[in-house]
C-alpha cells in the first residue's frame, strides 16, 4: 500500500495570508486527489492534481483560492490562498492504487488547518 | 451527481452485530468503497464493492444491490475500538471521464458500549 507524508500536519493562521501544504508519495502514482474534511463533515473532492497540465477542480473550488501542482508522479502541492475563518478544515491527499477491476484510494494524515 | 444517504449515528455494544446502511441516487456507479475513520485520524479502506453480493473480510463483511442502489457494512463481534466514523463513498462510471472520483456520503458515527 501507499505510504502518504503531509506537511504540515497542522497549522494556526491568520486570516488573508496563504499556505501550501505538501504532499509526497514512496511510490509513483497517476493518481492523486485533494479532499477536504470541514468539522463534522464528510469529505469533499477539491481537485484532481495532473501531472504534467492544470489540475481538474470540482464544482465551488477555483484555481485562484486552490492553486495546485503536480510536478512528478510522487509528489503534489496545495495552496489555500488568502484564507478565513470558513476555510478552517482537514486538508486530506489522497492516491489512488489500481488493483484488478477496481482500485483502493489511499489518504494521507490530512493537514489541520485553523484560520483566525 | 450522486447523492448519497447513511444514518448519521449508530449505538451497539461490545460483542455484538451492526450492519450500517448506504443508499445512493447516481447516474451512473463503477463500485462503492467503505471507510473507516477514528477521530483526528485519515479515512482507511474497509472494502470495495463493484458486483453484487456479498464481500467478507475478517469482522466486516460488505454487501452491494446494484438494482436496489443499496450497500450495507456488517461488524461482527464488535469491539471498543470499532468506535468511529464509517464512511461509504461511490466512484463515478469510467465512461464520463471521472472513473477514479469518489463523492463520499456524510458518515455514520458508531458508538461501541459496555
Known amino acids: 500500500s501507499a505510504v502518504i507524508s503531509q506537511k504540515p500536519s497542522r497549522d494556526i493562521c491568520q486570516r488573508g495570508t496563504s499556505l501550501t501544504i505538501q504532499c509526497q508519495v514512496d511510490s509513483q502514482v497517476t493518481m492523486m486527489f485533494w479532499y477536504r474534511q470541514q468539522p463534522g463533515q464528510s469529505l469533499t473532492l477539491i481537485a484532481t492534481?495532473?501531472?504534467?497540465?492544470?489540475?481538474?477542480?470540482e464544482s465551488g473550488f477555483v484555481i485562484d483560492k486552490f492553486p495546485i501542482s503536480r510536478p512528478n508522479l510522487t509528489f503534489s502541492t496545495l495552496t489555500v490562498s488568502n484564507m478565513s475563518p470558513e476555510d478552517s478544515s482537514i486538508y486530506l491527499c489522497s492516491v489512488l492504487q489500481e488493483r484488478g477491476i477496481g482500485g483502493e484510494l489511499f489518504f494521507g494524515e490530512g493537514s489541520r488547518l485553523t484560520v483566525l | 451527481g450522486q447523492n448519497i444517504d447513511q444514518p448519521t449515528e449508530m449505538t451497539a455494544t461490545e460483542g455484538a452485530i451492526v450492519q450500517i446502511n448506504c443508499t445512493y441516487q447516481t447516474s451512473g456507479f463503477n463500485g462503492l468503497f467503505w471507510y473507516q475513520q477514528h477521530a483526528g485520524e485519515a479515512p482507511t479502506f474497509l472494502s470495495y464493492n463493484v458486483l453484487d453480493g456479498l464481500e467478507e473480510k475478517g469482522r466486516f463483511s460488505s454487501f452491494l444491490s446494484r438494482s436496489k442502489g443499496y450497500s450495507y457494512l456488517l461488524l461482527k463481534e464488535l469491539q471498543m475500538k470499532d468506535s468511529a466514523s464509517y464512511l461509504c463513498?461511490?466512484?463515478?462510471?469510467?465512461?464520463?471521464?471521472?472513473?477514479?472520483?469518489?463523492?463520499f456520503g456524510t458518515g455514520t458515527q458508531l458508538k461501541v458500549e459496555l
Open positions: 492534481a495532473n501531472q504534467g497540465s492544470e489540475a481538474t477542480y
Open positions: 463513498a461511490v466512484r463515478d462510471p469510467i465512461l464520463t471521464g471521472g472513473g477514479n472520483k469518489l463523492t
